[in-house]
C-alpha cells in the first residue's frame, strides 16, 4: 500500500514538472511584442491559413501562423536574423505549394511587411520605419 502511494506522488511530481515546464514557453502575443528583434507584421489575403517560418542557412524555424484574411505581428528574435538579413517561408495549411522570399534586408528601425496573396506565389513584402 506504501509503495502504490509513493508511485502515484512520483506519477504526480513528474506531470507537474513536464506542465510547468510547457507553461513557461507559452507566451501571448502581447509578450512576444515586448521582445527586441525584427518585427514581422503579415497581412493575410489568401483562402487558407498560412504557417511562417524563418529561414536561415539550413535551419528553419516556426515563427506563426496566420489565419486566413487577418494581420498577424510577430517579433523575430535576433538569433534568427543574419545581420539585417531575413528569409521566410510560407506554407499554406492543406495546400502543396510553398513561397520562399528573397534575403530582406532589415535596418534596427524597420519593420517587415509580408502580404501574402492568392495564389501565394504572388505574395510581396516591404520593409517600413516603425512608428
Do not use: K, Y
Not at 487577418?70 to 517579433?75: A, C, G, K, S
Not at 528569409?87 to 534586408?105: A, E, K, N, Y
Amino acid at each position: 500500500m506504501q509503495q502504490s502511494a509513493v508511485r502515484r506522488q512520483c506519477v504526480w511530481l513528474v506531470l507537474l514538472v513536464g506542465l510547468s515546464a510547457c507553461a513557461s514557453s507559452l507566451r501571448g502575443p502581447a509578450e512576444r511584442e515586448d521582445q527586441t528583434g525584427t518585427r514581422i507584421v503579415v497581412r493575410n489575403l489568401a483562402w487558407c491559413d498560412v504557417r511562417i517560418f524563418a529561414v536561415r542557412g539550413s535551419f528553419s524555424h516556426r515563427v506563426g501562423m496566420v489565419t486566413s484574411m487577418h494581420t498577424t505581428t510577430f517579433t523575430l528574435p535576433d538569433d534568427l536574423v543574419d545581420g539585417h538579413r531575413v528569409q521566410l517561408h510560407l506554407v499554406p495549411v492543406g495546400r502543396s505549394d510553398t513561397f520562399t522570399t528573397d534575403h530582406i534586408m532589415v535596418a534596427d528601425n524597420q519593420a517587415l511587411h509580408l502580404t501574402v496573396q492568392e495564389p501565394i506565389r504572388l505574395s510581396t513584402f516591404a520593409t517600413r520605419a516603425v512608428t
